[in-house]
C-alpha cells in the first residue's frame, strides 16, 4: 500500500518539506492542510502536495505520518484534539519548537496508540539570511545540505525511527539526535531569545523620543534584526517564554552579563579590549558559517537502519503502511 504523509501547516516549512519528497520521487500520497487557504491552493498548484482537505481531524484517521509544522500554541491545540482519533500506529513528527512538556503530553496521552517524535529542520546555508518566511519562499531545497534535528523517545520502535531518519535524507540532510532533555536549552537559545530579543529593541525604539525619525531611516540593518520578532504571535510567544522560563532565565543572565561587560568596557574606553571582544563574536560567526557552508559535522551524523522487504516506500522510509495493529498485510 501507498503511504499517506498528511501535512498539518503548508507556510515555509511544510510545504518545502512537501516539495523535497516530491522532487524526491517519494512514493507517497502527500495530504496537505493549511486554514491560510491561499498557502494551501499554492501548495497543490505548486505540486507539494496532490490532495487539499478542509477537516484536517478526518484526514488524521488514515494517515500514516503526520508531519505537523504550526507554531506551537496552534500545535498543542491540534494534538489535544486529535489525540483520539488517530490512525493506530501513526508516526507523528512535530516540527514547532519544542518544549519538553509536549513529550509528558505524548506518553499521557498517547500511550502506545501513535508514536510521537520531533523533528527539526535546520534552514539549509543558501537561505539563511531571507527575511521572507511564509509559503511563498516555499523550496524544495531549503534544507538541503542541512541537518535535521530528532527528539525520538527511547521507547520509539525502529521502523518509526527508520521514517525520520530517511525523510532526513529525502530532504537532503543530515539527521542527528538531540535528547528529550536537551531541546529547551537549544530551541530557547536559538529561537525564542533571538525573538525576545527583536521585542525588546523594537520597544527601546517605540519608546525613544525619536522614533518619528527612526521609522523614517530604519534600514536593513533594524528590519533584520527585529523581522524574527515581527513574525511572532505575542500570546504565543509570551506563552514560550513562560513554558521555557527555566532555561531563558539563564540564557538571559549570560546575555546581561555579556552586555554588561560592553558597557563597562565602554565606559572605561578600553579599545583593545572591546576590539578582541569583538573579533572573537566575529570569527565564531565565521567559523559557524562555514561548517554550515561545508556540512562539516563530523563526529555528530548518525545513520539510520534500513528495514528492508517493504517496497520502494520501504527503502526510503522503513515503513511498511500494511504493518498497522490490527491489519493483515496479506489482505
Known sequence: MTLEILFIGLQETGASLAMALSEAKVDAERVGYDRDKQAARASQESGAVGRLV??????????????????????????????????????????????????????????????????????GVDALFDLQTDYQSARSDLFKDSQLALVIPASTPEQVINIAVNLAQAIGSDPFFLDPAEVEAVTSLLDTLPALMGASLLRLAAAARGWPDIQRIAGRSFASTTHHASQQDARQLGRQLLDNRQSLVAHLEGLIAELSAFKDLMAEEEAEEIQTRLEAALAAHETWLAKRRRADWRGDEISGSKITGTGVIGNLFGFDPSRKRGRDPSK
Open 54 to 123: 478542509i477537516n484536517p481531524y478526518k484526514a488524521a484517521r488514515t494517515a500514516d505520518v503526520i508531519i505537523i509544522t504550526l507554531p506551537p500554541a496552534e500545535a498543542d491545540t491540534f494534538l489535544d484534539d486529535v489525540a483520539g482519533q488517530l490512525n493506530p500506529a501513526v508516526a507523528i513528527m512535530d516540527c514547532a519548537p519544542l518544549r519538553a512538556s509536549r513529550f509528558r503530553w505524548a506518553e499521557a496521552e498517547l500511550g502506545d496508540k501513535a508514536y510521537y517524535l520531533a523533528a527539526i529542520p535546520v534552514t
